[in-house]
């Protein structure tokens, strides 16, 4: 009955009667011919004798980014017929998917990143010193070079840089009387006296802050976090930054519950709160929503004794430590992020605004020359400050956790810090291991 | 004279074969991507993996002490009984009387069931931005704040950021409820429908009035498996939560101040392992996670006798 009720089924699906043997063995010719067209499909690109480079890039927000970054690609297979580049765009979780990428032997050639030291032990990139003649090297800042050097090799080469601001509405300052923010107790008098109810008075993210902060605070008074392979911020000062930090947040002065976040201009354009925080990516997004009516600074000294500050942010290309083609992906970052000047500038400032690393490139780059965005670059140059490649994301969460902790919780600043200072020597301690 | 078959014709044989090679690409499937994958994780979880999933750097327990001297890691596992706390018992509640109701109504019953039933096929992530950026955003258009305006009050509160009081249980929880009240509420109905009617009618014949009492003495002791089989597959569902908390808490790329405030052992894991790269301790603390999961089952099997006759 059961062979029936199959014969009868064939008899529905297909013009002639099937029996089992004969489906099994069509579904065997299906799938060796979809595995065969797989690896025909590579074979093409081998017989052809060329190099095939994939190159991972995040997707970028920007309009014209994406067919930027093909045509690049376009541009170096036309000047080197026997290299074909896969730029892969991808959407999403671009860190998550990176990684996992990167553990497998199918990861992309070349890829956008930051060098860790784990990265480097896991061979996930290689050094590229060679791309770094004196002439190079000297092009581009040395605080920029730092986060790519990891036991005196160089493993990235910059793309793009980003640094942040403090947006503030610069009609509003002029009717009120008001100056930039010198010291951190200058901000919170300002985000007190710009809170007017339905507008709040600064957006430093929904968390209150904490994320966007977490370093800046503590580098805002010269105090900083990791320094020779050692644990540096275990500090009073940097304590009394965080306690600052709650006391803002105390003062219901901050935009909390956004529906976006500080990365994005929003909460600022449309009148959400007086002053934000936030990129100078954001910047044509301003302009375009509010015309010229704002100025930025960088994040104020936390006191007299300190200093102004901002990130050195961007993004970098490295190279797959398990390509198989080590030299020729070398050879197309080289091409594309040393030797074009072209694409650089576009790369940084035809779509959003970034500066872009090399000195040279970000000194002819005619969008950087005047206004608020020439004093966002300065301050890169001035006060540009980052994290060392040897902090890594453990570190991070640990130290997210203790400012939560004080901020949120109104725990002991002091006890917080050098609890996360403990967690962050112990990481450090097995990360060199 | 006897026609002698191959082994492989008879018809015992033949059905044995066939059973195998149908049933085999299932088997092979559930070996790749489901078995071999949790003897993987064990194998990991003693080894030292971070940037890899290579195992034989052993380690012996080490990724394992770590994760139980991890103040973090045991705060997130208090941080999920407090969630299971809270959800299972107003799931089981919730579910329960929106069944009854709608077991009982006169009219337009398959219109409930649907109703209710649908925020079950919504996905968590949707939910949790919905929660998050509609109805609990900290503006004082935010539809939780104009609740509290229209009642007359003049505060704007940040539901998702503010620890003292902790409102962003509220925003977590009822996400949940949201989510998940119209699958149990289908259980119960099945369950419901299984009770056979002329228990109520002897009851009526002995004087019972219908109500709290037929309840009490006849619907809820028939639902018993039922209601065990709710509780387990909820409090499994509490121990596995993490779209909820890390859409409504984690805000996405750069901001992660609020994950603190409540963080679940599969967000920490997540972090530790997708985040950090430590795919050793990372797999270490998913086996204390499932180790825990299988107590609590089993306690809870004891105390309510799941799968005693009833």
């Known amino acids: 009955m059961q062979r029936d009720h199959g014969n009868r089924m064939g008899q529905g699906l297909f013009r002639r009667p099937m029996s089992r043997r004969g489906f099994v063995q069509r579904m065997i010719v299906a799938g060796g011919a979809v595995v065969y067209a797989g690896a025909e499909n590579y074979n093409y690109v081998a017989a052809q004798g060329k190099i095939k480079l994939t190159q ?74 060679d791309l770094y003649t004196p002439e190079v090297k000297a092009d581009f800042n040395p605080t920029n070079l730092k986060g790519e050097t990891i036991n005196g090799h160089i493993y990235a080469v910059k793309m793009i840089d980003d640094t942040g601001c403090l947006y503030y509405r610069k009609k509003q300052f002029a009717d009120k009387g008001l100056k930039p923010p010198a010291t951190f107790d200058d901000l919170m008098n300002l985000a007190k006296e710009l809170n007017s109810g339905r507008t709040k008075g600064l957006f430093l993210g929904n968390d209150g802050g904490i994320s966007a902060t977490l370093t800046l605070l503590p580098w805002s008074a010269k105090q900083d976090f990791l320094v020779d392979n ?29 529906p976006t976040d500080w990365f994005d201009p929003s909460a600022f354009t449309q009148g959400l709160a007086a002053m934000q925080w936030t990129g100078l990516w954001a910047m044509p997004g301003i302009k375009k929503a509010i015309g010229d009516d704002f100025d930025i600074t960088p994040w104020p000294a936390f006191d007299a004794n300190g200093t102004p500050v901002t990130f050195w942010g961007g993004w970098a290309e490295m190279v797959n430590g398990k390509s198989k083609n080590i030299d020729a992906a070398k050879a197309f970052v080289k091409w594309l992020w040393i030797d074009n000047a072209t694409n650089q500038k576009d790369w940084a400032l035809s779509y959003g605004f970034h500066v872009p690393p090399r000195i040279s490139a970000a000194k002819s780059a005619t969008p950087l020359q005047s206004g608020p965005a020439k004093e966002a670059a300065d301050n890169l140059n001035k006060y540009g400050k980052l994290t060392p490649p040897e902090w890594d994301t453990a570190m991070g969460t640990a130290l997210t956790d203790a400012v939560s902790n004080i901020v949120k919780n109104g725990k002991d600043a002091a006890t917080e810090v050098a609890a996360a200072a403990k967690k962050c020597e112990e990481e450090l301690t097995r990360e060199m291991a | 004279m006897t026609v002698r078959v191959p082994f492989w014709r008879r018809s015992n044989v033949e059905a044995n074969i066939a059973f195998w090679v149908l049933i085999a690409p299932m088997l092979i499937g559930l070996g790749v991507f489901v078995f071999w994958p949790i003897v993987w994780g064990l194998l990991l979880s003693f080894s030292e993996a971070r940037n890899s999933i290579s195992i034989g750097h052993w380690v012996g327990w080490r990724n394992y002490s770590d994760m139980l001297s991890d103040s973090a890691f045991r705060k997130s596992l208090l941080t999920i009984v407090i969630f299971t706390a809270f959800i299972v018992p107003l799931t089981f509640a919730l579910s329960l009387v929106l069944a009854v109701l709608v077991h009982t109504a006169s009219f337009g019953r398959p219109i409930f069931r649907t109703v209710f039933f649908i925020p079950t096929a919504i996905s968590y992530v949707v939910a949790s931005l919905v929660w998050r950026m509609g109805f609990f955003n900290g503006l004082p258009y935010g539809f939780a704040n104009m609740v509290l305006y229209w009642f007359g009050s003049s505060k704007v509160l940040d539901w998702i950021g503010t620890a003292h009081p902790p409102y962003y249980w509220l925003v977590l929880v009822t996400c949940r409820l949201w989510l998940q009240v119209g699958f149990y509420m289908i259980l119960f109905l099945a369950g419901l429908q299984e009770i056979d009617q002329s228990l109520y009618e002897a009851s009526w014949v002995d004087g019972a009035t219908p109500g709290w009492t037929t309840f009490r003495t006849i619907t809820l002791p028939m639902l018993r498996n039922t209601s065990v089989a709710v509780i ?63 107590i609590f089952t089993i306690v809870q099997g004891r105390i309510f006798g799941f799968g005693r006759r009833s």
């Not at chain 1, 306690?243 to 003062?251: A, V």
């Not at chain 2, 972090?271 to 050793?280: E, P």
Request: net charge negative.
């Open chain 2, 232 to 294: 387990l597959l909820n409090f499994i569902a509490a121990f596995q939560a993490f779209d909820e908390f890390y859409n409504i808490l984690g805000g996405g790329l750069a901001t992660s101040g609020n994950v603190g405030l409540a963080r679940p052992p599969l967000v920490y894991l997540y972090q530790v392992a997708i985040g950090q790269q430590d795919y050793g301790r990372g797999s270490a603390g998913a086996f204390i996670l499932v180790a825990a999961i299988i």
């Open chain 1, 230 to 258: 050692k644990i540096v911020f275990n500090t009073p000062q940097t304590a009394a930054t965080y306690e600052g930090l709650k006391k803002l947040n105390d003062s219901g002065a901050l935009l909390t519950g956004s």
């Open chain 1, 56 to 129: 991972w890039y995040h997707q970028y927000g920007e309009a014209g980014t994406q067919q930027a970054a093909q045509r690049y690609a376009q541009e170096y297979t036309k000047a080197n017929p026997n290299v074909e580049v896969d730029m892969v765009w991808k959407a999403g979780d671009y860190t998550t998917a990176l990684n996992a990428a990167l553990l497998t032997a199918a990861g992309p050639d070349v890829y956008e990143g930051s060098p860790t030291v784990a990265m480097v032990k896991a061979g996930q990139c290689v050094p590229l010193d």
